[in-house]
């Protein structure tokens, strides 16, 4: 049952060399008490959908068109107060990349994570960092150590805290922003377990951020798979990795090793990703596709259905 | 020596960081033509006494004159050739010796490093006016002990960013990098080495310069720069100060404007080439 | 604290350059005390009177020893101890100073937190250019300046001095403003108060770009980093995003530039005294050029040598508090 839906969402960057056109019309539907994942190269535009979201494209990005339907609202069309108030960390939360940056090295994360609710829930401190603690606990850290300071901890450390801190205000949907990206693959492999096992438990609906295909396969329920700004397949996860449609999809997974099988050689999909001021025109793969026919270079593939759930664009369908 | 390069920086700059290079090159440039030829461009010599004392501002002197009946507009521009010359002679002996004994503290290190090290901090941390204060009390006052005075407050600025500049570029690894491909040491050092230290001189010279005429105005102001009759704007300053209370304002305010208007020149200049030459900068 | 004990080869540093600076540069302090009247042999005496041809390594002994001793000679012209001068006039450079600084920090920092806010735009680049032109300013032409246009033409302030007269203030901490509200006596507070306002804006002016320029800096990196996006997603409002998470993090390299400035502070009170008649260090320091007088130069550069190394301290101190990263 679908919780969020994503319509024709495009957001562009107005920068001094040109406009980077960082989405293109993206569709997306997350359906409640499932994870979607989403991947892509970098730069394809992911983070930026997920930051449009939360509406937190700094300028000079602006999201141009576009709807997003949750709760019968759209939210691109709330108020600034309505989306702070109300949507922001209350109903949605993110957890970040990068966990080293993203708190704050003067405060401590007790306070970090009871500082949601506080303002959310209106709790007082005394209260919220209790909250925080037990929070703590539920990731794995330590409850007494609500009063260290963000140095004291390390990057798997963090990493959890950002959880806590997103599940702070019982949020209906959490966005993980490549959350083990930064992390060396032992600690990686513990947050991704944290992740499933908290979202089982408790029911949360999640969009996973990430470049690796392999979290995906183990995690989610859907998955979109974008490129340069623009989606190239979707659908629920064993559609998509055992019967992909689009030619970027087949390549995605045929770069990635199996430890299973027979030794092949890794084949890397040839060139590299667009520059999204002045992306090909026509579908945007076509210059690493080894498919491209002529209506490639000059048409925009329509986003079609061709399966159960299953979507693609790509002319060759 | 390549200049092009620093003009294309100087194009690609943002416009504010543009307008205030010109406008502090400008001014600057303005103080030299006075130093040069401010004696063509005023009615009168700096010790001609040509007219009744403390007369206000009029046509006929535009600044007023002052206890003795000189012509304060003529002193005040003569003044800028010893405030100028001064500032320039202390800048560039600052510069000289800051900058090898810099060059050298970077590049050999060890014993010599630290001594230079403690000896520049020692400099560095004193309140630096107070210093000067003190140099030209012991050595008494004068051209000579302004400049020396000066020169010595401001060598270990010189110091630590060259010596800094050189640690760096030391330790990036590149120099043996260029000699491992056969870059003879004199291309290295003209073409790729000297790059870095010059946008740092440039700035610091400007910005020198501006501290420099500060500093010896302020030991004029306090009877401790160059003697009179000589028309240094600090001193004038304090000689009009007495007179302050009876309302005659022209003696301190048109030297105190010159002052500013200096300062504020070398100021805007090395603003200016900081943001200019230092694109880490500009992203503030 | 282990702080305060790495404040001492710091002084010793100090102390021993203002020794080298007497002593070892060229410069004869004695004919210069003397005058070109006196003989060749009352010159002698008079340098053998003061220790100066003893060997240099012994005057430098005798001088650390004195100085432990807080012992800084004898004035040339009162013939009393150097440190009873000295003592009384302390106080007053300490309350002129500490005026200076909160003026300074007080129109500094928001000026720079506002910049930084509004960066790019107009109110940024004119407060930038504000700020420059306080950072030309001599300081005594801006003293000048202010008692020019506030007090001589608009007759508001005093033009000079600390106090119309010193007979209400109890003698407590030697700082009038604070003497007198202790002794509630509210006259006399508004009246050293209305000594203060000139010189300590004179000073704040001074010190105003430095303080302005670094909290802008500051504040426009806190605004870059990452946990301000954190802080925006998490639903808080802009005001405590920009106060709770940005500044506290602007303040710290703002707190350390204060103390890279105090020392020329304290040169810049020396110049406001001078302007302003105030009965502190920095008149003293003039006076006992003027009359050559070298014990007391000297004893008076050593004590601001040693504000600024106990500012320095504070401030060290001060900013391991605000910063949890910082250990011993």
Same mark, same amino acid.
């Given at each position: 049952?679908?919780?969020?839906?994503?319509?024709?969402?495009?957001?562009?960057?107005?920068?001094?060399?040109?406009?980077?056109?960082?989405?293109?019309?993206?569709?997306?539907?997350?359906?409640?008490?499932?994870?979607?994942?989403?991947?892509?190269?970098?730069?394809?535009?992911?983070?930026?959908?997920?930051?449009?979201?939360?509406?937190?494209?700094?300028?000079?990005?602006?999201?141009?068109?576009?709807?997003?339907?949750?709760?019968?609202?759209?939210?691109?069309?709330?108020?600034?107060?309505?989306?702070?108030?109300?949507?922001?960390?209350?109903?949605?939360?993110?957890?970040?990349?990068?966990?080293?940056?993203?708190?704050?090295?003067?405060?401590?994360?007790?306070?970090?994570?009871?500082?949601?609710?506080?303002?959310?829930?209106?709790?007082?401190?005394?209260?919220?960092?209790?909250?925080?603690?037990?929070?703590?606990?539920?990731?794995?850290?330590?409850?007494?150590?609500?009063?260290?300071?963000?140095?004291?901890?390390?990057?798997?450390?963090?990493?959890?805290?950002?959880?806590?801190?997103?599940?702070?205000?019982?949020?209906?949907?959490?966005?993980?922003?490549?959350?083990?990206?930064?992390?060396?693959?032992?600690?990686?492999?513990?947050?991704?377990?944290?992740?499933?096992?908290?979202?089982?438990?408790?029911?949360?609906?999640?969009?996973?951020?990430?470049?690796?295909?392999?979290?995906?396969?183990?995690?989610?329920?859907?998955?979109?798979?974008?490129?340069?700004?623009?989606?190239?397949?979707?659908?629920?996860?064993?559609?998509?990795?055992?019967?992909?449609?689009?030619?970027?999809?087949?390549?995605?997974?045929?770069?990635?090793?199996?430890?299973?099988?027979?030794?092949?050689?890794?084949?890397?999909?040839?060139?590299?990703?667009?520059?999204?001021?002045?992306?090909?025109?026509?579908?945007?793969?076509?210059?690493?596709?080894?498919?491209?026919?002529?209506?490639?270079?000059?048409?925009?593939?329509?986003?079609?259905?061709?399966?159960?759930?299953?979507?693609?664009?790509?002319?060759?369908? | 020596?390549?200049?092009?390069?620093?003009?294309?920086?100087?194009?690609?700059?943002?416009?504010?960081?543009?307008?205030?290079?010109?406008?502090?090159?400008?001014?600057?440039?303005?103080?030299?033509?006075?130093?040069?030829?401010?004696?063509?461009?005023?009615?009168?010599?700096?010790?001609?006494?040509?007219?009744?004392?403390?007369?206000?501002?009029?046509?006929?002197?535009?600044?007023?004159?002052?206890?003795?009946?000189?012509?304060?507009?003529?002193?005040?521009?003569?003044?800028?050739?010893?405030?100028?010359?001064?500032?320039?002679?202390?800048?560039?002996?600052?510069?000289?010796?800051?900058?090898?004994?810099?060059?050298?503290?970077?590049?050999?290190?060890?014993?010599?490093?630290?001594?230079?090290?403690?000896?520049?901090?020692?400099?560095?941390?004193?309140?630096?006016?107070?210093?000067?204060?003190?140099?030209?009390?012991?050595?008494?006052?004068?051209?000579?002990?302004?400049?020396?005075?000066?020169?010595?407050?401001?060598?270990?600025?010189?110091?630590?960013?060259?010596?800094?500049?050189?640690?760096?570029?030391?330790?990036?690894?590149?120099?043996?990098?260029?000699?491992?491909?056969?870059?003879?040491?004199?291309?290295?050092?003209?073409?790729?080495?000297?790059?870095?230290?010059?946008?740092?001189?440039?700035?610091?010279?400007?910005?020198?310069?501006?501290?420099?005429?500060?500093?010896?105005?302020?030991?004029?102001?306090?009877?401790?720069?160059?003697?009179?009759?000589?028309?240094?704007?600090?001193?004038?300053?304090?000689?009009?100060?007495?007179?302050?209370?009876?309302?005659?304002?022209?003696?301190?305010?048109?030297?105190?404007?010159?002052?500013?208007?200096?300062?504020?020149?070398?100021?805007?200049?090395?603003?200016?080439?900081?943001?200019?030459?230092?694109?880490?900068?500009?992203?503030? | 604290?282990?702080?305060?004990?790495?404040?001492?080869?710091?002084?010793?540093?100090?102390?021993?350059?203002?020794?080298?600076?007497?002593?070892?540069?060229?410069?004869?302090?004695?004919?210069?005390?003397?005058?070109?009247?006196?003989?060749?042999?009352?010159?002698?005496?008079?340098?053998?009177?003061?220790?100066?041809?003893?060997?240099?390594?012994?005057?430098?002994?005798?001088?650390?020893?004195?100085?432990?001793?807080?012992?800084?000679?004898?004035?040339?012209?009162?013939?009393?101890?150097?440190?009873?001068?000295?003592?009384?006039?302390?106080?007053?450079?300490?309350?002129?100073?500490?005026?200076?600084?909160?003026?300074?920090?007080?129109?500094?920092?928001? !000026?720079?937190? +506002?910049? %930084? =806010?509004?960066?790019?735009? $107009?109110? @940024?680049? #004119?407060?930038?250019?504000?700020?420059? *032109?306080?950072?030309?300013?001599?300081?005594?032409?801006?003293?000048?300046?202010?008692?020019?246009?506030?007090?001589?033409?608009?007759?508001?302030?005093?033009?000079?001095?600390?106090?119309?007269?010193?007979?209400?203030?109890?003698?407590?901490?030697?700082?009038?403003? !604070?003497?007198? +509200?202790? %002794? =509630?006596?509210?006259?006399? $507070?508004? @009246?050293? #108060?209305?000594?203060?306002?000139?010189? *300590?804006?004179?000073?704040?002016?001074?010190?105003?770009?430095?303080?302005?320029?670094?909290?802008?800096?500051?504040?426009?990196?806190?605004?870059?980093?990452?946990?301000?996006?954190?802080?925006?997603?998490?639903?808080?409002?802009?005001?405590?995003?920009?106060?709770?998470?940005?500044?506290?993090? %602007? =303040?710290?390299?703002?707190?350390?530039?204060?103390?890279?400035?105090?020392?020329?502070?304290? *040169?810049?009170?020396?110049?406001?005294?001078?302007?302003?008649?105030?009965?502190?260090?920095?008149?003293?320091?003039?006076?006992?050029?003027?009359?050559?007088?070298?014990?007391?130069?000297?004893?008076?550069?050593?004590?601001?040598?040693?504000?600024?190394?106990?500012?320095?301290?504070?401030?060290?101190?001060?900013?391991?508090?605000?910063?949890?990263?910082?250990?011993?």
């Amino acid at each position: 049952m679908p919780l969020l839906r994503i319509q024709d969402l495009t957001t562009h960057f107005f920068m001094k060399q040109g406009t980077v056109r960082a989405l293109d019309r993206v569709d997306l539907v997350l359906n409640a008490k499932h994870v979607l994942g989403v991947a892509g190269e970098s730069g394809c535009g992911k983070s930026t959908m997920a930051y449009s979201i939360m509406r937190l494209i700094p300028p000079p990005g602006r999201i141009i068109e576009g709807e997003i339907w949750y709760e019968d609202r759209d939210i691109l069309r709330l108020s600034d107060e309505r989306v702070r108030k109300d949507i922001r960390w209350k109903r949605i939360s993110m957890v970040f990349q990068g966990a080293m940056n993203a708190l704050n090295p003067l405060i401590t994360i007790g306070d970090q994570i009871a500082e949601p609710i506080i303002a959310h829930k209106g709790l007082d401190r005394k209260k919220a960092l209790e909250k925080a603690s037990s929070l703590l606990g539920s990731v794995g850290i330590d409850p007494a150590r609500v009063n260290n300071y963000p140095f004291e901890l390390s990057g798997g450390m963090k990493q959890r805290v950002m959880i806590a801190m997103a599940m702070a205000c019982d949020p209906e949907i959490i966005i993980a922003d490549e959350p083990t990206t930064a992390l060396d693959v032992v600690v990686a492999a513990g947050i991704m377990n944290l992740i499933k096992d908290l979202q089982k438990r408790i029911g949360l609906s999640m969009i996973l951020i990430t470049h690796d295909l392999s979290v995906i396969a183990q995690t989610c329920h859907e998955v979109v798979i974008m490129y340069a700004g623009k989606v190239a397949e979707s659908g629920d996860v064993l559609s998509v990795f055992e019967n992909s449609v689009h030619p970027y999809t087949k390549e995605l997974i045929g770069a990635f090793p199996s430890i299973k099988g027979t030794k092949r050689e890794l084949r890397a999909i040839k060139g590299n990703p667009p520059d999204l001021i002045d992306p090909p025109p026509g579908c945007r793969f076509h210059p690493r596709c080894r498919f491209t026919k002529e209506i490639c270079t000059k048409e925009e593939p329509e986003f079609k259905e061709v399966g159960k759930g299953h979507f693609a664009s790509c002319h060759l369908l | 020596m390549r200049l092009r390069p620093r003009f294309a920086q100087f194009e690609s700059a943002p416009r504010s960081a543009q307008i205030v290079t010109i406008a502090g090159a400008t001014i600057c440039a303005g103080l030299i033509i006075l130093v040069f030829f401010g004696e063509e461009l005023v009615p009168y010599g700096p010790q001609q006494m040509v007219a009744d004392i403390l007369l206000a501002p009029s046509s006929k002197h535009l600044m007023g004159t002052d206890m003795l009946g000189r012509d304060v507009f003529s002193r005040v521009v003569a003044g800028a050739k010893w405030s100028v010359s001064v500032s320039f002679i202390a800048v560039s002996m600052s510069m000289v010796i800051g900058t090898t004994l810099g060059a050298f503290s970077g590049y050999f290190g060890s014993y010599l490093d630290r001594v230079l090290m403690v000896t520049m901090d020692a400099v560095y941390i004193f309140p630096s006016f107070v210093l000067a204060v003190l140099i030209a009390a012991v050595m008494g006052a004068g051209i000579g002990t302004s400049s020396l005075a000066v020169a010595i407050v401001m060598i270990p600025t010189f110091y630590r960013i060259i010596r800094s500049i050189t640690l760096s570029i030391k330790e990036s690894g590149f120099i043996e990098a260029e000699r491992a491909i056969g870059a003879s040491g004199r291309y290295v050092i003209v073409n790729h080495i000297a790059p870095f230290y010059l946008s740092s001189l440039f700035v610091l010279i400007s910005l020198g310069a501006a501290q420099a005429i500060l500093i010896t105005s302020g030991l004029g102001f306090l009877g401790l720069g160059i003697p009179p009759p000589i028309p240094e704007w600090g001193t004038d300053l304090a000689a009009g100060r007495m007179y302050l209370m009876s309302g005659t304002w022209w003696l301190t305010v048109f030297p105190g404007i010159m002052i500013f208007l200096a300062v504020l020149g070398f100021n805007l200049l090395s603003e200016g080439l900081e943001a200019v030459l230092n694109p880490q900068i500009r992203r503030l | 604290m282990v702080r305060l004990l790495l404040a001492i080869p710091t002084v010793l540093l100090l102390v021993t350059t203002v020794f080298v600076v007497t002593h070892v540069l060229p410069g004869d302090p004695v004919r210069m005390m003397v005058g070109d009247v006196a003989t060749e042999e009352q010159i002698q005496a008079i340098r053998h009177d003061l220790g100066l041809d003893r060997p240099l390594y012994i005057q430098y002994l005798s001088y650390m020893y004195n100085l432990l001793r807080l012992d800084f000679g004898i004035s040339i012209n009162t013939r009393l101890p150097v440190i009873r001068e000295i003592s009384a006039a302390f106080p007053t450079t300490i309350e002129l100073t500490l005026v200076g600084l909160m003026f300074g920090v007080g129109a500094g920092l928001p !000026l720079g937190v +506002l910049a %930084a =806010l509004k960066r790019g735009k $107009m109110a @940024d680049h #004119l407060l930038r250019a504000f700020s420059l *032109g306080c950072y030309s300013f001599p300081i005594y032409v801006t003293g000048i300046l202010l008692q020019l246009g506030v007090s001589l033409r608009l007759g508001v302030l005093p033009v000079a001095g600390r106090i119309t007269s010193t007979a209400d203030i109890p003698r407590i901490t030697g700082l009038y403003v !604070l003497d007198s +509200l202790l %002794a =509630l006596n509210f006259a006399t $507070m508004f @009246d050293a #108060l209305s000594h203060l306002i000139l010189p *300590g804006i004179t000073l704040g002016i001074y010190l105003l770009p430095m303080i302005s320029r670094m909290s802008r800096a500051g504040m426009v990196n806190a605004l870059t980093e990452d946990y301000i996006v954190t802080a925006r997603a998490k639903g808080l409002t802009e005001s405590t995003v920009v106060y709770r998470h940005a500044f506290r993090n %602007a =303040l710290l390299p703002t707190v350390t530039v204060i103390g890279m400035n105090f020392a020329g502070l304290v *040169g810049g009170s020396m110049l406001t005294e001078t302007v302003f008649s105030f009965p502190g260090l920095g008149r003293l320091m003039y006076r006992a050029i003027s009359s050559r007088d070298f014990e007391m130069v000297q004893g008076i550069v050593v004590v601001y040598a040693l504000i600024v190394v106990v500012v320095n301290t504070i401030i060290d101190i001060v900013y391991r508090f605000l910063d949890p990263r910082v250990k011993y």
